[in-house]
């Protein structure tokens, strides 16, 4: 089992910045995927960023250049900062572990930009 704590979510101005945190622990992998994921009100939920083991790094269009996901191996933590927070990334974001066999999810922290 793996569990994630999430934090760093809060109310910001359009403009702002954030960054959010996952820590996992429990039964750890050396190789696994972390990524964060975002659903906002009668969404569905979307990926926003992810980040590998091996150092890939993805993130969807419309966070591209704004958002930026960063790991800490050691101490299995991922980070997302988000600078130029829009409006439209108001949501709740969900960090997703994965070893490559099962998915674990953490209990979502809310993001709120007010225009």
């Known amino acids: 089992q793996v569990q994630l704590v999430e934090s760093g979510g809060g109310l910001v101005q359009a403009g702002g910045s954030l960054r959010l945190s996952c820590a996992a622990s429990?039964?750890?992998?050396?190789?696994?995927?972390i990524g964060w994921y975002r659903q906002a009100p009668g969404k569905q939920r979307e990926l926003v960023a992810d980040s590998n083991s091996a150092g890939d790094t993805s993130y969807r269009d419309s966070v591209k250049g704004r958002f930026t996901i960063s790991r800490d191996n050691a101490n299995n933590t991922v980070y997302l900062q988000m600078n130029s927070l829009k409006s439209e990334d108001t949501a709740v974001y969900y960090c997703?572990?994965?070893?490559?066999?099962?998915?674990?999810w953490g209990q979502g922290t809310q993001v709120t930009v007010s225009s």
């Open positions: 997703r572990y994965y070893n490559g066999r099962t998915s674990y």
């Open positions: 429990g039964t750890t992998s050396s190789i696994n995927a």
